[in-house]
């Protein structure tokens, strides 16, 4: 059976880490066998689950498995022949030691190798649903790319490398004195290319894989998160649900009643942004969330009381859930759970984006509206939508700075917009 698999992602800070702790816990709760994965490098899940955790699966509780994945050890396992030619490469040259250890390791790997580990546990079958607390999402975006160059990889050099190598060998050591790359520094990276495509059909199967993004109703956090929306839809991954944490209650006193009311505001920004997948919204507790009673607290928030366990199959189609709804004022206070856990809470990519040289297209669902309604509106890398009293801001791409859109068409609740690069 294919596990159901949740990813949780957001600036730092903002609680991923509870949140997808407070899933893995209600997942477990509602009777199936679930494993929690950190990848993020400043690992804080031991923390939350107040449990001792390490690169295995650990038993937490009941129908619950954590692990804390090692980054180094995964480099180890995933790089060690490329590490060893380009460090002796490096020290050649004058480097010492740990420098040249620290140079092999491109940018943004460390975050990808314990991701990795989710193929494998995927591939294990012991799990009904699987939940992993990521970087934060930068590094977690600069992962996206890696996949399609590995797939360049694996089709434009592997099939000639060892006849280029075994050709240019006795000039290269000639002439430039420099240690060449081994088998093993092949092996290495046609291994690692091999595993990012099966990493990359993982995340992409729809009916299984979904990604939530985690925020706090801040502007420059929820800024942040509009653009790792667009580009997960851009690569095409599926957001199933937006998790707002840290909302103050109506009650809040009138000491935050200013917060409260800008958060208020953010909130609208929220649910016209990420529209139509559903918004979650968590209370500020009065506590800190810390330990499974306050985390099973978290849980209720978002997804409403436990079920009888065994009542619903992993990762189901679930009806649609109780998301916040009505003004900002109104809706600070209000209850938001979702329902199952497991569920696909959205199971379509809103938006899309394509570009042929010169042109692009973005793909916008908006059902429901008029023709005449609809209107555009560009302020830097932020596109304004408006389809009557509604109102909806997408963050463009920083590849399409340079774009001004020149039409527009709207056919059976489809809107798409064509681009230009300005002269």
Aim: proline share 6%; charged share 25%.
């Amino acid at each position: 059976m294919t596990p159901r698999t949740i990813l949780y992602t957001g600036k730092g800070g903002v609680g991923k880490t509870s949140v997808a702790a407070a899933t893995a816990l209600r997942c477990a709760a509602d009777g199936r066998r679930t494993l929690i994965l950190s990848t993020d490098p400043a690992h804080s899940l031991a923390d939350s689950l107040q449990s001792e955790l390490g690169a295995e699966p650990t038993r937490v509780a009941a129908n619950l498995d954590a692990a804390e994945i090692d980054a180094h050890h995964e480099l180890g396992r995933h790089w060690a022949g490329v590490q060893d030619w380009f460090g002796e490469l490096l020290m050649q040259r004058g480097l010492d030691r740990v420098s040249a250890e620290e140079l092999t390791v491109p940018p943004g790997m460390d975050e990808l190798f314990p991701l990795l580990r989710l193929k494998e546990h995927h591939a294990a079958g012991e799990w009904e649903v699987i939940v992993v607390d990521c970087a934060p999402t930068g590094e977690t975006l600069r992962l996206l790319s890696f996949p399609e160059a590995a797939r360049w990889w694996l089709e434009k050099v592997v099939p000639f490398e060892r006849a280029i190598l075994a050709a240019a060998a006795p000039l290269a050591r000639s002439v430039l004195d420099i240690p060449l790359p081994t088998g093993a520094v092949f092996d290495d990276i046609q291994r690692l290319s091999a595993n990012l495509i099966e990493m990359d059909r993982i995340l992409r199967d729809t009916k299984k894989a979904t990604i939530r993004l985690v925020m706090a109703p801040d502007r420059m956090v929820i800024g942040e998160a509009m653009r790792t929306f667009t580009y997960l839809n851009l690569y095409g991954y599926l957001t199933d649900a937006v998790v707002v944490n840290k909302v103050f209650p109506q009650d809040v006193g009138d000491y935050f009643e200013q917060w409260r009311g800008l958060q208020s505001e953010q909130l609208e920004l929220v649910h016209s942004a990420f529209a139509p997948v559903p918004v979650l919204e968590v209370p500020y507790f009065e506590q800190e969330v810390v330990g499974v009673e306050m985390l099973n607290r978290l849980g209720e928030e978002l997804f409403g009381k436990p079920r009888a366990a065994g009542s619903r199959a992993a990762g189901s189609r679930s009806a649609k859930p109780r998301t916040a709804t009505g003004s900002g004022a109104s809706r600070a206070g209000q209850r938001t759970g979702a329902g199952d856990p497991a569920a696909i809470l959205h199971d379509t990519i809103t938006q899309a984006i394509s570009s042929d040289g010169d042109n692009a297209t973005l793909r916008l669902t908006i059902p429901f509206a008029k023709k005449e309604e609809i209107g555009l509106k560009q302020v830097g890398l932020e596109l304004v939508v408006t389809a009557g009293t509604q109102r909806r801001t997408i963050m463009l791409p920083p590849t399409l700075a340079a774009y001004k859109p020149v039409s527009a068409t709207y056919v059976d609740g489809i809107l798409e917009v064509a681009f230009s690069r300005g002269e």
